[in-house]
C-alpha cells in the first residue's frame, strides 16, 4: 500500500472520462488500497480514481454521518459506480482534493442510491443523504471529467465559508 500523488485542477488528466472496470484483479485491488491510503492521509472525504492518475471507474466515499465507524471503516469502495435515484436538493459549500483551498456552493440531490460493484465484482446497493448523497455525486462526477468548480454557483469566501460552517454547527448542537 502507498500514498500515490493527487492531481490537480490544471491536469488535463481530471478533464478525460474514466473507462469501466472489467477485470476485478490484484491490481485493482493494489489501486483501491492506494486510494484508502490517499484519502485517509489527505483527510478528505472521497476521491476518485482519476485524483490519481488512472482513468478508471472506481471512487471512495466516506459515510461520515456513521459516526460510530472508524474513519477506515466509514469507507465505502465503489467500481463502476452509477446513481439510479435521485430525491430532493440541498445547498451548501463543497470542496475536492484536487482544488485545495477552494470552496463553492454546489446544488445536489438530498439522496442518492447507487449501484456499484465491490473490489470482486459483486452488485450492490447504497444510499446516502446530506454529505454522504453530496460526495456520491462529487465522485462520480470525477470519473466523467467534471470537477464541483463547474457546478458551484458562487465560490466562498474564507469568510462566508467560516459563516457557513458556523451555522452547520448550530443545527447540529
Ligand atoms: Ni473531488
Do not use: W
Not at 454521518?65 to 439510479?84: G, R
Not at 456552493?105 to 465491490?118: I, K, N, S
Not at 467560516?162 to 451555522?167: A, L, P, T, V
Amino acid at each position: 500500500m502507498a500514498i500515490r500523488k493527487i492531481r490537480e485542477e490544471g491536469d488535463a488528466l481530471l478533464l478525460k472520462k474514466s473507462r469501466p472496470v472489467t477485470e476485478f484483479n490484484p491490481r485493482l485491488h493494489e489501486l483501491i488500497d492506494d486510494m484508502r491510503d490517499t484519502l485517509l492521509n489527505a483527510g478528505g472525504v472521497g476521491l476518485a480514481a482519476p485524483q490519481v492518475g488512472v482513468l478508471r471507474r472506481v471512487v471512495l466515499v466516506m459515510d461520515t454521518l456513521k459516526e460510530e465507524l472508524s474513519d477506515e471503516e466509514q469507507i465505502i469502495e465503489l467500481v463502476n459506480p452509477e446513481i439510479i435515484e435521485r430525491d430532493g436538493t440541498q445547498t451548501d459549500p463543497e470542496g475536492c482534493l484536487s482544488v485545495p483551498g477552494v470552496y463553492g456552493l454546489v446544488e445536489r440531490p438530498y439522496h442518492v442510491r447507487v449501484r456499484a460493484q465491490d473490489r470482486f465484482g459483486k452488485t450492490f446497493e447504497v444510499e446516502g443523504e446530506e454529505l454522504t448523497a453530496r460526495c456520491f455525486c462529487h465522485e462520480i462526477d470525477h470519473l466523467d471529467g467534471h470537477l464541483f468548480t463547474e457546478l458551484a454557483t458562487r465560490i466562498l469566501s474564507d469568510e462566508e465559508l467560516e459563516e457557513y460552517r458556523n451555522k452547520q454547527r448550530e443545527k447540529e448542537n
